[in-house]
């Protein structure tokens, strides 16, 4: 009995911690001829991730920008799909990452972003040097393996969103070729019959 209510401890200890873990992760929608930004204000030396992938809408690409507190670019990307970019802060101040759809005149995008800001905190009671007790090693390993099984189903469901996103509109182009391609038959088949009419009419 102690051995398993060690272990709901442990593991209720590792998912408080995950969805303690600070960063911004979110999905937004960015209009046709529009531009969003996020501000992150973000400690010289301090390592930062940032990661994003468009879901859904027209060729699935945005441009992305990076600035830091001077307004300088360090990063840029035109045209983008996904990608993932980390770099260490060199000055303290605000960092803006800024996702434009001003090529687009007509498509709107759904984008996800993952913006981290330096490293998870490491669990409490563990900072130490000191060895690991049993229950201490379970939590860490169930606390890693919560981050990585949330990595997992996050990256399923963009998969599985921009999926079925493709399936729509590969059905909506099909239905309106079959509609074009049935409405072309009708045109053919009562054009056959008004000739074979014109054949057989008195003249």
């Given at each position: 009995m102690e051995v398993v209510i060690g272990w709901m401890f442990a593991?209720?200890?590792?998912m408080v911690l995950v969805l303690q873990c600070g960063g911004v992760e979110l999905t937004f929608e960015?209009?046709?001829?529009?531009?969003?930004?996020?501000?992150?204000?973000?400690?010289?030396?301090t390592e930062s991730t940032l990661q994003f992938q468009v879901v859904t809408g027209g060729e699935y690409d945005v441009d992305v920008t990076l600035t830091d507190?001077?307004?300088?670019?360090f990063y840029k990307q035109i045209k983008?799909?996904?990608?993932?970019?980390?770099?260490?802060?060199?000055?303290?101040?605000?960092?803006?990452?800024?996702?434009?759809?001003?090529?687009?005149?007509?498509?709107?995008?759904?984008?996800y972003i993952d913006f981290q800001v330096g490293d998870e905190d490491s669990l409490p009671g563990l900072q130490n040097s000191q060895p690991l007790t049993q229950?201490?090693?379970?939590?860490?390993?169930?606390?890693?393996?919560?981050?990585?099984?949330?990595?997992y189903q996050t990256h399923h469901r963009l998969k599985e969103t921009q999926g079925r996103r493709r399936a729509q509109d590969l059905n909506?182009?099909?239905m309106i070729w079959s509609i074009c391609v049935t409405v072309a038959i009708f045109m053919v088949a009562?054009?056959?019959?008004?000739?074979?009419?014109?054949?057989?009419?008195e003249k």
């Open positions: 593991f209720t200890w590792a960015l209009p046709n001829s529009a531009k969003e930004c996020f501000h992150e204000i973000i400690e010289k030396g507190p001077f307004r300088n670019v983008k799909q996904y990608d993932s970019f980390q770099w260490t802060a060199e000055n303290t101040g605000e960092y803006v990452a800024c996702f434009s759809n001003e090529f687009s005149t007509f498509s709107h995008k759904l984008v229950m201490e090693s379970s939590a860490r390993e169930n606390h890693v393996n919560l981050n990585a099984m949330s990595d909506e182009r099909i009562f054009g056959q019959v008004f000739v074979l009419k014109s054949f057989f009419s």
